[in-house]
């Protein structure tokens, strides 16, 4: 292994997953074409080297940044030209993100911040552009007749440093004339790599799923490579906490059914990228070269230098939808985790949003307990580490302990990284978690100062932060601002439709206004997407509350039970039931959940259970106070001393 410093190039077909959708034949032989004909032939004909091709894009490196850059242009250039034939909806981009960084070299791959920059500013490209690094800009504006239009600095996630990006683009503006730099003719041997390799291929198999490496240094790749150069290589190791979403399988065989499907996987592959901090989910253009094939976990997590893998099935039939999904790990074929579940056929997008919502919570946190573990054993942590045995903490059913045990984690973490936006979320978590479940008499006001403060930083790090967006519309909530936290849960929403958290929170909030059937609607949402979420208990609790407001106290003592065994440490649920069973004669049960009160507290009375209570009350509804006013009667009549 060698470190050097290289030009880096990553490249990928925009809206891969749609076009596959509506011509799935055809835009893969289109790709694969664009691929052997076009990118090799470019990349080697500038003196560059493919490290690695996957099926809707691929990795490169040169020695020389103008030639990486040259490169980049005569791609979008020829693709474009290639395009002119078909429909605006069908055309192929390619976005395309070039960085020059030192990396490590193992001879067949290459590691490091340089690629990961790379990768990450050819998510800012847009489809058929060019994003590049300030390191690549200094080398060629002064050569090159090109404009770079400065995009400032862009916080790139899992990279800890700000990196200032510039768009690429001609100096005149013009579409038709945006990549004419000097362009140049392909000799003898770039032609040869590309026969080359198509021979190479088509000996394996065919293009199949275009999964290959071109192997040797830049100075090789001049003349005609032997087909043993294009053989599959892999590092031995998996990257850390690294998961590939395979295309699901639809059992029910209805061509017309494969875009549902199909938008499953895109949207998990997405929601996990989004969810698991310092993770590596591989892009969904390349998980889709998997579809229709016979899965092994074991070949697959070689191939990707994947630890988990994620597979799953759906078959729609009549009125109901079947889900099936499985976490495997890759290197021993173990299945981790598994679900199975049903849902009614409804509005499509609809249903989309709940089962995604259901899989990828599942699924995050199921991974995010395992690499806690993992994260445990680490002789060396690091902010990662942290971060995830802290997230491990806070997910599980809240407690005075868990609380400051996650403090404490992601005070660690935050020794390391003092900007990690994971563990700045997660600190303000904690926070937030003391004042609304009313763990202390004293100290909510800094509490929740010290929570608006943490959140306001992670949020101008990333203001996408779904963590961070969540515990904001807490917040609102905690100051009694409950319009303002509706409206916040609903940004969540938004932007993660299957996420049972903002469901809650919004029935949570129309509680307080005193808007109960609306409440309930919500709280259903929640436990509808969220059956076996951890967090379900709150919501559970809070339907309990609605149902004794409503009159049904046969259905608030159910749900409230349930509430209390999923967990056993939330002092409101008892103190509820207890309230109940006395309102109803019920004076043995009463004392009973009462008991469990003094369990948890055994200071407790009804002017301190009340003076905690989760929100200013002289902000809820005249409604809601009056409510407020049976449960505390209830509580009078189970015993609970007044003071």
Known sequence: MKRKLTTIMCADVAGYSRLMGRDEEGTHARVASLLRDLLVPAVTGHAGRIVKSTGDGLLAEF????????????????????????????????????????????????????VN???????????????VSQAVSDHVQQTLDLHFEALGEQRLKNIERPVRAYRVCAKDGAASSRWRIGRQRFGYAAQAVAAALALALAAAGGFGGLDYLVSGSTERTRSAPRPSDFLNARPAGAVPFSIVVLPFSNLGGEPQQDYFVDGITESLTTDLSRALPGSFVVARGTAFTYKGKPIDAREIGHDLNVRYVLQGSVLAGGEQVRVNARLIEATSNTELWADRFDKKRQNVLEIQDQIVGRLSRAVGLELVDIEAKRSERASNPTAIDFVMRGQAVVNRPASPQRMIEGRSLFQRALEFDPDNVDALAGLATTYVFEVLNSYYEDGREQRLKDGMGLVQHALTLD??????????????????????AIAASQVVIAQNPGEPWAYKEVGLNKLYLGRFEEAMEWFEKANQIGPRDP?????????????????HNDDATRLLRLSAEANPNDTQAYALLAAIYASGGRQDDAKSALSNCYRLRPELTIKRFFADWPVPLQATSPEYRRQHERFRDGLRLAGMPEE
């Open 535 to 551: 967090s379900r208990w709150i919501w559970l609790s809070a339907m309990g509350r609605v149902q004794f407001f409503l009159g």
């Open 117 to 131: 920059v790379a990768a990450r500013l050819e998510g800012l490209a847009e489809p058929g552009g060019i994003v």
């Open 463 to 484: 203001p996408d932060h779904i963590v961070a967006l969540k515990i904001r519309a807490a917040l609102y909530r905690a100051e009694g601002e409950f319009d303002e």
């Open 63 to 114: 020695g020389s940044v103008v030639e990486g850059v040259r490169c980049a242009a005569s791609i979008q250039r020829d693709t474009a030209e290639r395009n002119a034939p078909y429909p605006s909806d069908r055309h192929i981009a390619f976005r395309i993100g070039i960085n020059l960084g030192d990396v490590i070299d193992d001879g067949d791959d290459i590691y490091g911040d340089g």
